[in-house]
């Protein structure tokens, strides 16, 4: 007898299972989207690192030319005349290798009270008298003895005490101090015309010796620091605006993040579509003094998947939400049906149960296989067009395999009336008799879905890249069957000639995915492809046995 109280809730079947697909698919989509965002950021992180790479490879160059001018001026105590430094200077072509470099010199060093030697040092150098400016209370003095490029917008700084400005002051301290190179925070070059130019400074200490010179190697001239002095715009400019142009916007802070300490902003504006968690901050430590630089995509970055993609999955997912809820009210017609017969005989009862357990076997199925074959389908698609296509195609090649079983009553297919059948979709053209040969063999329902998606993939090969569109004579299927019993196994060969020269793929496609998969996972066989001149030959090798397969 049928529960009268279960019918009622039957009619919601339908519904319930098209909210589930539904959510199941929109829960998918969304995670695709999430997975395209996760993605894009991680490629913005490696495009920061390529420039993070040129800023620090740029920075690398500009110390290089700190280290070798403080060779120089140790390999001659200190003693360089202004024509052998500007001999230095020109040879280096700064113009064209140091691209932000404003200027280089030497600095020497005396305690308060003993400027005069340093005067002194100017006199003989520039053959003028200069005195050292402006007047300091601190305990040493620090002026400049040589500077390049020596132009008119440059010569007030010679004999100019880098000691007294607040913001030079520590970095010499710490290069007297240690011995090692330092760098300025933000300053302001007020050198020539522009009084507003940022930049900054590194001093190195000649010989390397920490502490503070003796008095008498002060007397002596030797001691001092030479230094490299930087305009920051031209100098990232030439780091970030080399070819290919990167696709971010930066900036670059002396410390602290402030517009007091900008030291550069690039021109390029960043784009608005990307929020802040595209935004990436790294440090750089130059000379002891720590910079932060934040990086944010520009407008000509893209992302490493198309949006577009988890938009198909959702559509798709809610058009096959549609189908299975369809399916399951044709479902519940069927019940309803097998119910009327169940009150009628026992018989009907068991021919209702097992009717019901074959359908949902197979429903499952097909919508497991619909389900992976729209998966890769869209992974492997460049746009809905593609998606479409490939997906109605392999669709189709699933329903005439579903079309010869039917016809059969869900018992066995012939392999030749199927291979007619899936070369004849492809082609649109009638099959010459010598195309096919082969014996007589019977195919489960396993095997005729497998291979007739196999036979699909391998003639829309065939139709793409080899000569069976020009000639159909191009291509021959031939199988024979092996063994006895249980040990019975189809081998069959797919062979393909022509003048185009077919070779092996630079890369696997889903088709041979798909074709593999049926093969090996499916029905447990093997199959090999042979790529030479003569054309392509694929052979495949399954077991016939369904006992092989359980």
Avoid: C
Avoid at 257 to 281: E, H
Avoid at 297 to 312: G, K, L, Q
């Amino acid at each position: 007898m049928s529960d009268g109280n279960a019918h009622p809730l039957k009619k919601f079947f339908s519904v319930a299972a098209f909210l589930a697909v539904a959510l199941a698919s929109l829960a998918m989509a969304g995670f695709a989207y999430v997975a395209s965002q996760e993605a894009a950021r991680f490629k913005f992180e490696a495009t920061v690192d390529d420039a993070m790479n040129r800023i620090e490879g740029r920075l690398d160059l500009q110390l290089s030319l700190l280290r070798s001018t403080q060779a120089l001026f140790e390999a001659r105590g200190g003693q360089i005349s202004r024509s052998e430094f500007n001999a230095f200077f020109d040879a280096l072509e700064i113009k064209d290798n140091f691209k932000g470099l404003r200027g280089m010199g030497f600095v020497g060093f005396a305690r308060r009270g003993e400027e005069a030697e340093l005067e002194k040092r100017i006199t003989q150098l520039h053959g003028v008298s200069r005195p050292i400016l402006p007047p300091s209370e601190e305990d040493w003095r620090a002026p400049v003895l040589l500077y390049e490029p020596m132009d008119k917008a440059n010569l007030d700084i010679i004999g100019f005490d880098m000691f007294t400005d607040p913001a030079r002051r520590p970095a010499i301290d710490m290069a007297v101090r240690t011995g090692q190179p330092h760098a300025t925070g933000r300053v302001i070059l007020n050198q020539g015309e522009d009084k507003s130019i940022p930049g900054f400074l590194v001093f190195d200490s000649i010989g390397k010796r920490a502490g503070a010179p003796t008095a008498s190697e002060a007397r002596q001239g030797g001691s001092g620091l030479v230094f490299i002095a930087f305009r920051t715009g031209d100098l990232f400019q030439a780091a970030l605006g080399t070819a290919p142009q990167l696709p971010v916007n930066a900036e670059i802070y002396d410390g602290k993040i402030s517009d007091d300490t900008l030291f550069y902003r690039s021109p390029q504006q960043p784009s608005a579509a990307y929020g802040k968690k595209f935004q990436v901050q790294r440090t750089i430590v130059l000379g002891g003094q720590p910079w932060k630089l934040i990086f944010r995509p520009t407008a000509a970055f893209s992302e490493p998947s198309s949006p577009t993609i988890p938009v198909m999955l959702g559509l798709f997912g809610l058009l096959l939400a549609g189908a299975v809820a369809m399916v399951a009210r044709y479902q519940e017609r069927a019940y309803d049906a097998v119910s009327q017969l169940h009150e009628a005989t026992e018989k009907s009862l068991l021919d209702k149960d097992l009717m019901l357990q074959e359908m949902k076997h197979r429903i499952k199925n097909s919508i497991t296989r619909v389900l992976a074959m729209a998966r890769q389908t869209a992974a492997h698609a460049t746009d809905l067009n593609e998606f479409s296509q490939s997906f109605a195609a392999r669709l189709q090649a699933m329903a005439a395999s579903q079309d010869m079983l039917t016809r059969s009553r869900w018992q066995k297919a012939d392999l030749r009336e199927l291979l007619g059948i899936e070369l004849r979709q492809v082609f649109g053209k009638e099959l010459p008799d010598a195309m096919l040969t082969g014996p007589m063999v019977l195919l489960d329902e396993t095997m005729t879905q497998a291979l007739g998606l196999t036979f699909h993939e391998l003639a829309t090969n065939a139709l793409k890249y080899g000569d069976v569109g020009e000639s159909m004579e191009a291509l021959k299927v031939r199988w024979t069957v092996t063994g006895q019993g249980k040990d019975r196994r189809l081998q069959l060969s797919w062979e393909e000639s022509g003048s185009k020269n077919i070779s092996v793929p630079s890369k696997v496609g889903f088709g041979t995915k798909l074709i593999n998969m049926n093969i090996e996972r499916e029905l447990y066989g093997t199959i090999a492809r042979d790529y030479a001149e003569r054309g392509l030959t694929v052979r495949i090798e399954i077991p016939l046995a369904a006992a092989a397969r359980k």
